[in-house]
């Protein structure tokens, strides 16, 4: 999968490189910043109060 | 030379197949990772922006004489920031915005207060929820409180002075006079750590004012809960007497 993705990106290994980082750090973002603080209240182990 | 024997082909797709799932799961256990320091240090860092703001906007109403004053009827508070909060055996800089709600909206902002639960000072019994590991962690260190601590509470024009209940002399948080339990672990559906006399009936006329924490128990977990009782100790404070606050504020 990531051999594929490598294959099609384009230029040299130079910019194949660069643009991957930015693949990576784009992903980690929408995953820190959209997803997670989406997911977060969904899940049970962020519970502090008393019966609600 | 695939193509010279038939079937292989397919079989030589296997390793391929396996391959991506492989990736897969790697990504997927980065991801898991990744979610673990999102909870651990992003909400914190997140946390600390929005405990400052709300810090500043909170100092500046009340500056401006704008705020909803504690005493004035509830329906003003509307789930804004309304108190300070102060432990100065979690550290002499330890402050924190209390906002008025518990819904996770308010708690990733800060301490929370148990709606329909007394306000500073009234008498009964005050409520506060905030989360342990994450989002600030603002009742992390909550075992660490000991009989008599001060836990003090900021408001527009007031201050208040509570103290962890249980026996100073011996620091047995068990041992209060009160029957009431300085420091407890329940389950999550014990509500009667919030009643107006704390663990008495949900009806109760209440007989003094006290302040309960609440957060999750153990670390990291959800499955019980850490409770803290305080009983208010003197009465109301000034902020015209006292306006750089109580001297309990210094001690540790």
């Known amino acids: 999968m990531y051999g594929w993705i490598w294959r099609h990106l384009p230029g040299g290994t130079a910019s194949r490189a660069i643009v991957s980082a930015v693949l990576v750090l784009g992903i980690c973002a929408l995953l820190l910043f959209v997803v997670f603080p989406w997911v977060e209240p969904r899940l049970p182990f962020n519970d502090v109060t008393v019966g609600g | ?252």
């Not at chain 2, 000991?146 to 209940?165: A, C, H, K, N, Q």
């Not at chain 2, 019980?224 to 007497?241: E, F, N, S, Y």
């Open chain 2, 1 to 252: 030379m695939a193509h010279a024997h038939p079937g292989r082909g397919r079989a030589s797709r296997w390793p391929s197949v396996a391959g991506v799932v492989g990736e897969l799961l790697v990504t997927g256990g980065l991801v898991v990772l990744l979610f673990v320091v999102y909870e651990l240090f992003v909400t914190d860092l997140l946390n600390e922006g929005k405990q400052s703001d709300l810090s500043q906007q909170l100092h500046e109403q009340w500056d401006e004489g704008t705020a909803a004053s504690p005493t004035t009827p509830r329906a003003d508070l509307t789930g804004g920031a309304f108190a300070v909060l102060y432990i100065p055996r979690l550290g002499l800089d330890y402050q924190r915005v209390v906002l008025d709600g518990t819904s996770e909206g308010q708690l990733t902002q800060g301490p929370g207060h148990y709606e329909g639960t007394a306000l500073p000072g009234e008498p009964g019994n005050m409520g506060l929820a905030g989360h342990r590991v994450g989002k600030g962690s603002p009742f992390l260190d909550l075992d660490q409180l000991r009989p008599g601590d001060p836990i003090v509470v900021e408001t527009v024009d007031s201050w208040f002075v509570y103290r962890v209940l249980g026996d100073v002399a011996t620091g047995d948080l068990e041992a209060d006079p009160s029957g009431i339990p300085g420091q407890e672990i329940v389950r999550p559906t014990d509500i009667q750590v919030l009643s107006p006399i704390p663990n008495g009936p949900a009806d109760a006329a209440p007989t003094g004012s006290y302040l309960t924490l609440t957060t999750c128990h153990p670390r990291f977990s959800a499955r019980q809960r850490l409770i803290i009782h305080a009983r208010l100790d003197g009465g109301v404070i000034a902020k015209t007497a006292e306006p750089d606050g109580p001297v309990a504020l210094t001690e540790r």
